[in-house]
């Protein structure tokens, strides 16, 4: 209760005398807080069934308060109920005979309370009761009394809300299938239960089950967040009370426990499994829920059920559909039995009123903006037809998130002008609490107007809509197995989504749908959406195929197959990227990958960072890149934001940019506690999606933790931070507790001119309990160890460990490259392009650090000498730059997304698949597409074979430490093997070479390579890239000299006899003098180097992998070494040198 | 030492009235750990589902005092006056209760007529 109304109350308490007050004379108030005090201290005592200060005491006196006012309103002259008879002994007497003869509503109570002075006589303890602090006979009893009625109201509101759950489980359509289904469910091993929305098959069917004596069930869903939920109202409806028999697991949660009977998962989590324990045993039913909504995961699940049926005989599964095309599903399983259970939707008045010719004519001048007019006709005939106490909201599907803002921004105008509506918009990249508004409540005569994607078909359900209005169109990502790119196309919907959007006004009662198409369009609509799996991109889904063992993904029988061609993509994909290998088995690196829960380039860094000791920067930047951008879209009401970020942009790039972002915060988290949220608002980020990244952050830790490629943790030595981190938890689950009783976020009254820009409200109020407690911060802190995380974070970077860290996203991300194109110089900043291999023409996202900085990638910083011809020189430099990105998007144009720079030489030759040169090394072509030209033929050479070294060091160790990981120590790469190889990158990429890079015409493509020739002895030249088998590539023509190198295959005129013609050359090692020509100098150079040095043993001890989980590796500039510190001990070093 | 033990369910308490069923978790006139709080008659007792605090309970029923029957403490079923009865206990012996509880009863019935039971919100 609002303590003003509180206040109010009291006053008129005072004024009107009660007649309890009348009887005292005045020396009673029950309304003074001290006389309650005394009282509280009499019943309500720590050991009492209310306690003073709780909630429950607050209840009490509002109800003592009411009780009041209705004493008072009652007749006067009746006895008060204050006063409650001397009680007979209700055993005494059997049957009729003992019955009061005179009524009193004190005698309907079934319980009683011993307390305070009534306890003390009736144990005679304590010499006798107690008189209390001055509480008067008369007051007591009254207060007794009242007590007894709050009890009682309190049993009878518990029980009528029992009764009316019970009610309404009974009156659900479902309900009167329950035999059939569990007969059916008895008598087959797979069963289809068809019903739509409102037919209470997700909430009853697992509680139906569990009834019957089935346990052990899952119920899959395809949102993490249904799970949640449905778990918290199974258990609820199921008056679950005796721990967890009803839980959920989700990516990062768990409320599983053994007692669990029944678990609400996602269908990812439940392939996993499968991945880990193929038979499922710990399962005896699995029920898949909404699988007509054909998610990638739910079809694969599908595919794999139906393969473990017939090992799995007393398995059983219960597929669940909304009534879309069932027939599928049960022939997919032989023909199972179908339940089918009418919906429960009220009736829905459908409008048709497609957007007329002449306007739709004048809006597609300008394409790339929605015309809002059609909508805001709708929400004036709204308001012309209904009046405003017949409450109901307005729920309008658009395709995205310009075509939200567009009709925002002309709805809020009409909202301002009318006064008759808020207007909300939602759709996932809008921050949590924001999200959160479109579930509070308008004031009375206003109606929420919700503009959304298709969020709202089926992720979000909002209660209260009576109207929807639907544009028809949605926009999906489609996947181009060609350019390997995702585009976000916008599409016409289905008739089943058009029905399940028309759906959403029918939940509360009858309602209108508006439609802004014709009831023909409506015919020519596709009738499902198209499945996932025919659009996007499955080398996640390969990977995991090949890892369960299901052999040629070409060949399982899917529900509905992918498309050939995005398989074969898919499949070239993880070959390019080394996780399969030439017969498409899993390489080591593969079935690690397989694991991991992430895109395949995201997996492989991480493991690449394990191997430099490079696991802490890598592990965030993985994390980061594989949630949501924390970036939220700058606001024009907002620039403060960009300066804001300023600090923590990396001139790097994106992935950078992250690993910058989350380091502060976890600082700004563990130093200043409870400021991180205003830290993130005022940044624009979305500080969800950092606890995400944190969470997945640990998540990766603990994997390379299993997998053997990260050393476990060591707890806090001394017993004194463990008992203080102890203490620590405790109170922290103890503010957990506190919020989860009192219930967390509650339904708010939104504010007229909310959403509205710059009334935002969210001023951290979302998540806040009641008690000012940030609950994300408390969670934050029970699964973390922040010390760990602090440690990890809070050290920067030295410039070598940066440059090799660059090195591994690179190598992580190869061959996700790009070029920036020639003239990009001469380009306004925003119109800088760049080309990939298939791709050309594409644009930075305008998040990147390089679309605002683009004087980053310019390679032509070094001083142009004047007087020096253009012409052949042109071109040259030695800092050309080519991009790395995590993803290509494609909407109205193809963006790269989170970009990362490289420097280009040394990228392409430690990472290209295919690098092909001239006789001389001069000319190199990287992967057929790019062109690099060296015009210092010794340099050319001298870089060639130092890649060469590099890469076979690098892939020896890399797979010594994956076969290495099963846990024998024996088997780990060498330390000092790694501290040379480290060494040896890092000289490399120091090297400062003139060369110049360009894309190959489609043209030049063609003309590339001579051919096979004729000449098929390879040149007797021993030692040649160490040892290498030279053979005659017959494809190409030349010589192939590793896997990834091909020597003497470009075509050109001016090298045909360039490999006889011999130089004078003098051999840097031995000094030797003498004529070579190219390939002599190289198998020469290559026998006659020095053994690689070894790096000094201290060093290759401290970066072996013994580190504790607080040390860091620590460049000192001063003594130009690195080391493993923990942060004192940098503090310490550091102070030598002062 | 531990006072609050996990009530663990003893069986389904079904009234035979209506068929409300739910699992309760202690029979008697003492809930375990609600101290001060006695019952005036043997009950069928849950933890309260709708309330955090687990310390609080929630009765479900008992037996009529004249034909034992299981019944629950909904008012459609049974009253209590000094002694639980069942509806068609007090029905066939309405003459022996006051006539506060005649009036009430009576109220009660043209009530339900006038007004079927509300509407069940809809959930998938
Ligand atoms: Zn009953
Ligand atoms: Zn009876």
Redesign the interface.
Known sequence: MPSSEKERRAKRRSRDPSPSRGQQGGCWDWSCPEMRRRLEELYFREQDYIRAGSEDSRQFWAFFGRLQRFQTLKAKGEPAVWAPPARADPSAAPGLAGLPREYDPCYRINLSVLSGDVEGLARGRRGGPRQGPGVPAEQRSQFRAALLHYLDFAQKQSFAKLAKLQRERAALPIAQYRDRLLRAVAQNQVVVVAGDTGCGKSTQVPQYLLAAGYSHVACTQPRRIACISLAKRVGFESLHQYGAEVGYQIRFESTRSPATKIVFLTEGLLLRQVQREPALPGYQVLIADEVHERHLHSDFLLGVLRRLLPARPDLKLVLMSATINIRLFAGYFGGAPVVQVPGRLFPITVVYQPIPQEEALAASGKPERLDPRPYLRVLQAIDHKYPPEERGDLLVFLSGVAEISAVLEVAQAYATHTQRWVVLPLHSTLSIAEQDKVFDMPPPGVRKCIVSTNIAETSVTIDGVRFVLDSGKVKELSYDPQAKLQRLQEFWISRASAEQRKGRAGRTGPGVCYRLYAESDYDAFAPYPVPEIQRVALDALVLQMKSMGLGDPRTFPFLEPPPQSSLETAVRYLREQGALDRAESLTPIGSLLAQLPVDVVIGKMLVLGALFGLAEPVLTMAAALSVQSPFLRPTRTNPDCATARRPLESPHGDPLTLLNTFNEWVQVKSERAGSSRKWCRLRGLEEHRLYEAANLRHQFQVLLRDHGLLEPVQGPRDSYARQSRHRERRELHRLRQRHEETGGRTRKVLRLQEGEAGSSSDEGASGTGPSGVDIQDVKFKLRHNVDELQAASGTALSSHQFALLKLVLCRGLYPQLAVPDQYNSCRKDSDQIFHTKNKQGIVLHPTCVFASSPELLQATEEKAEPGRSRGSQEGLSSRHQLLAFVSLLETNKPYLVNCLRAPALQALLLFSRALDTSADCTRLVADSWLELCVPDSGAALRLLSTALQLRAAWEGLLNRQLEGRRGEPGHRPDPREVATLRQGLLEFLQQKVQYSLRRLTALEKQNCYVGPQTVAAAPGLPGLFQGAEMTPDEEKGGYRVAEFLTYNCLASETDLYSDCLRSFWTCPHCALYMPFTPMERMSHESSCRPRPQEAPLEEAAESSAKATALQRPYHCDACERDFLFTSTEILRHRKQHQ | MDSHK????KGDFECQLCG????Y?YYGQKPPN????????E?YV??????????KF???G?QC??CNRRV???TECS??????FCLPCVNE?LR??????RQDLEKRKSHSKSHP?KK?????
Not at chain 2, 20 to 23: E, G, H, I, K, V
Not at chain 2, 79 to 84: A, G, N, P
Not at chain 2, 96 to 101: C, G, M, S, V
Not at chain 2, 120 to 124: E, F, N, P
């Open positions: 996990e009530a663990q369910p409300l069923t739910a699992p978790s609600t101290h001060s709080v006695v019952l005036l008659e009950s849950m933890k309260d589902p709708f309330i955090p605090d687990k310390d929630l009765i479900l008992s005092s004249l629950c403490v909904g009253l209590f006056y000094s002694k639980r012996n022996e209760f006051p006539l506060e509880i039971s069940a919100d809809a959930r998938t």
